[in-house]
């Protein structure tokens, strides 16, 4: 294995399924802080890969200390009056850190000061179900007007977003969706696949107890051959074809299908993205999913800012694998061994896609058992995708490995990774596997 630099007990930054790597400013440790444990040479190290450390084995510089301004919407306050004089707190993003670079456009909030649609009359039992689901069938920009207190609008029926015209939700930091832990909230689900340019921007919204109902079992056939279901994506949104925009917006336990080596994503999962998911100075608490226990991308590129991923569980286990000599029975075209697990918190999967990282706390969240990535998992399929690490830190999280795979070869390093991509930067970051 070539290129491989590893830090303490719990954290590798290795280049071995990923061409380049390298690594800056990075504090990395585990439970023996200063020892490689059994891949503690680094033979073969890129050039270009730098990490400064002190004696105990303890690198230089983590990321900027809390109190730091994010990019975007102000992550403390709603600034909204509920007629008391009081403003009530809103509590998205990242509290103890940001993106140095700041955040793109298309993470910043959307203008809507002239609303397509305004759902509501000024009073909270004007908001309903069926007011916002009118809204959503004509798409454009959506504000409400509920009154000066927060309002919960319960979803009993999901709400399918237009394919065809641009669709921007505004919360206004005062709006929960409540899928009720009985439907997935939103879907987005275009016949095509890459190719629609129609972006879906969630803003200053909250979106709590959306679950899928999966469907599409796998054969069954005895273990380690694949348990579940291969449905069941994304208990708060699930996009195919769709570009997306997240920010200033909150998900709680929300769930995906709770089993099945592919199927996942417990808040949000997009699937075939021309152009991608951008998240800016949003949190994702307590979702689950078999993969992607709150965020799951496949073949969409992924973009995260100033966001924060807390407690979030892959309910899956034993991951994924093509091995005919384990597993007997079909699933997917290929004897699939293995039933999910991967990506405590957030996944990625497919050709040529990149995931960027920068301002994000990623803190307490399980992959399953036998599977990969306590806080992420990131595999490229032709070895095409960059991985981007900035003014970042993950932190207890548990479950799976860093591990990095390249032709049936694999290194196990702590569980704050798993990946497989074309390079591998890590910049002004803290690093802790348990």
């Known amino acids: 294995m070539q290129g491989r630099t590893i830090l303490a007990v719990a954290i590798a930054i290795a280049s071995s399924g990923c061409g380049d790597a390298s690594a800056t400013g990075v504090t990395a440790f585990?439970?023996?802080?200063?020892?490689?444990?059994?891949?503690?040479?680094?033979?073969?190290?890129?050039?270009?890969t730098t990490v400064a450390t002190h004696s105990s084995g303890v690198a230089d510089t983590g990321p900027s200390s809390a109190g730091e301004s994010g990019a975007g919407p102000d992550s403390a306050t709603d600034g909204s009056d509920d007629g008391s004089g009081e403003t009530g707190e809103w509590d998205a993003g990242n509290p103890d850190g940001a993106c140095g670079g700041g955040v793109p456009p298309l993470g910043e909030a959307v203008d809507t000061s002239s609303p397509s649609t305004v759902v509501g009359d000024g009073s909270p039992?004007?908001?309903?179900?069926?007011?916002?689901?009118?809204?959503?069938?004509?798409?454009?920009?959506?504000?409400?007007?509920?009154?000066?207190?927060?309002?919960?609008?319960?979803?009993?029926?999901?709400?399918?977003?237009?394919?065809?015209?641009d669709t921007v939700i505004d919360g206004g930091r005062r709006v929960t969706l409540d899928g009720q832990h009985q439907v997935r909230v939103l879907a987005f689900e275009s016949p095509d696949f890459m190719n629609t340019e129609?972006?879906?921007?969630?803003q200053h919204l909250r979106v709590i107890g959306g679950k899928t109902s999966p469907v599409e079992a796998i054969p069954q056939a005895p273990p380690p051959c694949s348990q579940g279901y291969n449905d069941g994506e994304g208990g708060a949104l699930y996009m195919r074809d769709g570009n997306l925009s997240v920010v200033d917006c909150i998900f709680e336990d929300n769930e995906g299908a709770p089993l099945g080596p592919d199927t996942g994503?417990?808040?949000?999962?997009?699937?075939?993205?021309?152009?991608?998911?951008?998240?800016?100075?949003?949190?994702?608490e307590g979702n689950r999913a078999s993969n992607a226990a709150a965020v799951g991308g496949l073949f969409c590129e992924l973009q995260i800012f100033d966001s924060l991923f807390i407690g979030n569980t892959a309910t899956g286990s034993g991951a994924n694998n093509n091995d005919p000599s384990q597993c007997d029975a079909m699933n997917n075209g290929q004897n699939e061994i293995g039933s999910g697990g991967n990506g405590g918190a957030i996944y990625s999967d497919g050709a040529s896609v990149d995931?960027?990282?920068?301002?994000v706390q990623i803190a307490d969240n399980d992959a399953g058992e036998g599977a990969f990535g306590g806080g992420l998992f990131f595999t490229s399929n032709d070895f095409g995708g960059d991985l981007t690490i900035r003014d970042s830190v993950?932190?207890?999280?548990?479950?799976?490995?860093?591990?990095?795979?390249?032709?049936?070869?694999?290194?196990?390093?702590?569980?704050?990774?798993g990946t497989n991509c074309r390079s591998l930067t890590i910049e002004n970051s803290t690093l802790q596997g348990l």
């Open 394 to 417: 993950m932190m207890g999280n548990t479950g799976g490995h860093w591990t990095v795979v390249q032709m049936g070869s694999t290194t196990d390093a702590g569980s704050a990774v």
């Open 125 to 165: 039992a004007s908001c309903t179900h069926a007011a916002l689901a009118a809204a959503v069938a004509a798409g454009g920009i959506i504000t409400f007007e509920c009154g000066n207190a927060p309002v919960t609008i319960a979803i009993d029926q999901t709400l399918q977003l237009r394919t065809d015209v």
């Open 355 to 359: 995931v960027t990282l920068c301002g």
């Open 30 to 48: 585990g439970s023996e802080a200063g020892s490689a444990g059994s891949e503690s040479d680094t033979t073969g190290a890129s050039a270009s």
């Open 198 to 202: 129609t972006r879906v921007t969630l």
């Open 265 to 284: 994503g417990g808040a949000i999962y997009v699937v075939g993205s021309k152009h991608g998911m951008v998240i800016a100075a949003s949190t994702f």
